[in-house]
């Protein structure tokens, strides 16, 4: 079972950027595909960007060209870089990892996103 740990989360305000890290331990990194969620209060949770263990990325419309995400297998990170945030941004982002054989997915904590003037 791998364990995530998110950091990067915060405040910021309209039109600026953050960048959301994700540390995997406990488990080979390179055979999960990773991917990030997000939830805002009242929502469900809906996939923000994916990133397949052969490197195929996948995003939803909302983020497409303002958000990347990226990994790094020989440092168990994966990355999500955004950019152009605006309020309908904020949420709790969660890392998430799913097993190719298994299919079993593993969640981080949670880390918060505010977008606010």
């Known amino acids: 079972q791998v364990q995530l740990v998110e950091s990067g989360g915060g405040l910021v305000q309209p039109g600026g950027s953050l960048r959301l890290s994700c540390a995997a331990s406990?488990?080979?990194?390179?055979?999960?595909?990773m991917g990030w969620y997000r939830q805002a209060p009242g929502a469900q949770r809906e996939l923000v960007a994916a990133i397949t263990s052969g490197g195929r990325t996948n995003y939803a419309d909302s983020v497409k060209g303002r958000f990347t995400i990226s990994r790094d297998n020989a440092k168990n990170t994966v990355t999500l870089q955004m950019n152009s945030l605006n309020p309908e941004d904020t949420a709790v982002y969660y890392c998430?990892?799913?097993?190719?054989?298994?299919?079993?997915?593993?969640w981080g904590q949670g880390t918060q996103v505010t977008v606010s003037s």
């Open positions: 998430n990892a799913r097993n190719v054989a298994t299919r079993r997915h593993s």
């Open positions: 406990g488990s080979i990194f390179s055979i999960y595909d």
